[in-house]
């Protein structure tokens, strides 16, 4: 039955299941599940519904399936990259084992190689770094995919590659086999280690993405037959071909990458998916537009492949990108060498004896040559590749994290030593430099140390409030802070020179090339003195100390030329300059001026009685004998000589 009469029957479409979920329409169906398209009622969104096929929950025989369906949403629920398919929920509900995911609305890599044979190498390169750069997420997490392959790798309507089917994933540190003595995954991406051992880790996952770049590139996959068993027995026995071979324009370093990615022995591959991004990164580097720019012609004709089959069986056949069950330990990753013998015929008895014997002395010879080739060029290449003599390209990890840094630099068999330094320009846990420097070539597990920064140098604003400007500049240099701008800001309170503010504040804890500014004391605000003659006293004094903050000294004097209690003079005089809290004096009429009372006794009356009114006295007169007295000399006065009294001041005059 055909796809579209097998969506018009399935009973799924229109159900709802857990009371939230709507199906709508059926997306895709492999081996294990079928995933629809549906709708959450709750939150009101799409969804993609995965559910595992009915067969497979009741079969005893397909445990496996069962635990990988369960583990899928409990591995994918701990990543949270945008590289990576979300899995929203997992549940049962009747007859039906499901998980919710995101709903990536795209084709996968399968389909767009379907439409166009092959990418263009630029972008070929380009999705494998998001691959990778998703699974290092989930590396640094301790998970392996384990079943990265084109249909696993979903393209959105931005044209963003995102990861999905996190089912076969599991801990770094599982790598044994399973209970079953089968292993689960697609046969055309599964590393040699996990065919042979079961044993798989980070660089399964690297060796499935050299296996899918090389796929993008040329259009093919590097290993075909007929069978499952025939595609893993050549992962385990064959090294990927180059690139090359199939499209002769891709450059060499094309075939260094795959090569390193393919490696059939784990140990010569990068470590994680981390260090395997920054070897491809490298590798596009040194390649040009015009080379990026170009795409492979789509194969001509079918590759041998794999044939479609139930992807759940152990030795049926199965489509290029259908997971499937393998017996574990199919062969080991190093093919034995030897020669194909000839052929004795049994009718020939006389003659057999001495083939026999010619045979087995060439068999031997043969044998030691072999030996001696194995020996010498394994030596060889044991003591170049993984020995002690084995060189390798110290990567580049500058401005990469120290996490990221020391992956890498383990990835390529180094071993990172970290220092610490303080740096105004790489952000804290950033790598500065390395040394050896990126691309020297060092012997395998020599040191690289990598100086990370611990950020700008951090310092604590001093207290320098209160304190002189040069005692303050002195104190900023000692800590290496640079002086800011310095404001006068004049004050009634604080002394000239003073220090009374900084910004930041003092404790503030800054970067060490942060400047400080300060805010200096410019003493009392210069002023011009007022005009306060013709003032009381009263007046003069309240503007001048509450307007201007002046010391007001008030000096008392009798004159004439102001009535009592008024203002006639001041020192500094008005409009001369000065400043606040200055001191000034005021000279304040206390009155005319006093009269020194002469001595008028002995004086003749009329010219005594003159004189004292010129004085500004007021005279009066008595006789000593009353109207007898004669009026003629001035006998007594009622204020003596020299006393000072104001004018107006009556003065009795006695005469005879």
């Known amino acids: ?107 996968n890599l399968r389909e767009v190689l379907a439409h166009h044979g092959t990418l263009p190498l630029g972008e070929a390169l380009t999705t494998v770094e998001h691959v990778l750069d998703a699974l290092a997420s989930a590396h640094r997490l301790g998970l392996v995919h384990q079943d990265v392959k084109p249909e696993n790798v979903l393209i959105d309507s931005e044209g963003r590659p995102r990861v999905a089917d996190f089912g076969l994933a599991r801990a770094v540190t599982e790598v044994t086999s399973s209970t079953s003595g089968t292993i689960l995954g697609t046969v055309a ?73 393919t490696a059939r022995d784990p140990e010569v591959r990068p470590q ?22 170009r795409q492979a012609d789509p194969p001509s004709g079918s590759t041998a492949v794999v044939e479609d089959g139930d992807a759940t069986a152990v030795l ?39 083939q026999r014997n010619e045979r087995r002395a060439g068999w031997w010879i043969a044998a030691v040559l072999v030996a001696l080739l194995v020996l010498g060029g394994g030596g060889l290449w044991w003591y170049n590749s993984i020995g002690p003599g084995a060189y390798t390209t110290v990567p580049s990890v500058v401005n990469e994290s120290e996490a990221n840094a020391t992956a890498i630099i383990k990835g390529v ?8 330094t303080f740096d105004d320009e790489v952000p804290e846990g950033f790598v500065i430099s390395a040394d050896p420097g990126a691309q020297e070539r060092v012997l395998n597990d020599a040191v690289v140390t990598i100086t990370v920064s611990d ?29 800011g701008d310095v404001t006068e800001t004049y004050s009634d ?86 400043h606040r809290l200055d001191t000034v004096t005021i000279t304040v009429s206390d009155g005319p001026p006093l009269v020194t009372i002469e001595d008028y006794v002995g004086m003749d009356y009329e010219a005594g009685v003159s004189a004292a009114r010129s004085a500004g006295l007021t005279v009066s007169t008595s006789g000593r004998w009353g109207i007898l007295s004669a009026q003629d000399t001035i006998v007594d006065q009622s204020l003596n000589p020299g006393q000072q009294v104001e004018r107006g001041t009556t003065i009795v005059l006695i005469y005879n």
């Open 272 to 293: 994680d998916a981390g260090a395997a991004l920054q070897l491809m990164r490298r590798t596009r580097g040194l390649l040009d537009e015009p080379t990026l720019d």
């Open 1 to 107: 039955m055909g796809a579209v009469s097998d969506t018009l029957t399935d009973p799924l479409l229109g159900r709802v299941i857990d009371g939230r979920y709507e199906v709508r329409e059926r997306i895709a169906a492999g081996g294990m599940a079928t995933v629809y398209l549906a709708f959450d009622r709750r939150l009101e969104r799409d969804i993609a519904l995965k559910v595992m096929h009915r067969h497979l929950e009741v079969d005893p025989n397909s445990r496996e399936f069962v635990a990988r369906f369960r583990r899928e949403a409990k591995a994918a629920a701990r990543l949270t990259h945008p590289g990576i398919v979300r899995v929203y929920d997992q549940g049962v509900d009747d007859d039906v084992s499901y998980l919710t995911m995101e709903y990536v609305d795209g084709e």
């Open 455 to 483: 950020g700008p140098r951090m310092t604590d604003v001093p207290t320098l409030v209160g304190s002189t400007q040069d005692d303050a500049e002195d104190s900023l240099k000692e800590l290496e802070l640079p002086l």
């Open 493 to 578: 309170t604080v002394p000239e020179g003073e220090v009374m503010s900084t910004s930041p504040e003092a404790g503030e804890t800054v970067r060490h090339d942060t400047a400080v500014s300060l805010e200096v004391s410019g003493g009392p605000a210069p002023i011009d003195f007022p005009e306060v003659t013709g003032m009381t006293e009263e007046e003069a004094t309240a503007q001048l100390e509450d307007e201007y903050a002046l010391t007001v000294e008030v000096v008392r004097e009798r004159t004439d030329a102001a009535d009592k209690g008024i203002v006639f003079a001041q020192s500094p005089e008005a409009g001369a300059g000065g």
């Open 316 to 354: 049926d056949a199965a489509s290029p990108g259908s997971t499937v069950a393998l017996p574990i330990g199919l062969g080991h990753p190093f093919p034995a060498v030897g020669a194909e013998l000839e052929t004795i015929p049994d009718d020939d008895p006389e003659a057999r004896e001495p």
């Open 413 to 420: 068999g180094l071993t990172p030593e970290v220092e610490r």
């Open 189 to 261: 991406y599964l590393g040699p280690e996990l065919i042979s051992n079961g044993v798989s880790d980070a660089r399964t996952d690297v060796y499935a993405a050299g296996v899918l770049l090389y796929e993008l590139v040329t259009g093919r996959q590097p290993h075909t037959g007929t069978t499952p068993i025939q595609v893993a027995t050549k992962h385990v026995h064959d090294d990927v071909p180059a690139p090359s071979s199939v499209v002769a324009w891709l450059p060499p370093e094309i075939d260094d990458l795959v090569a390193a990615l």
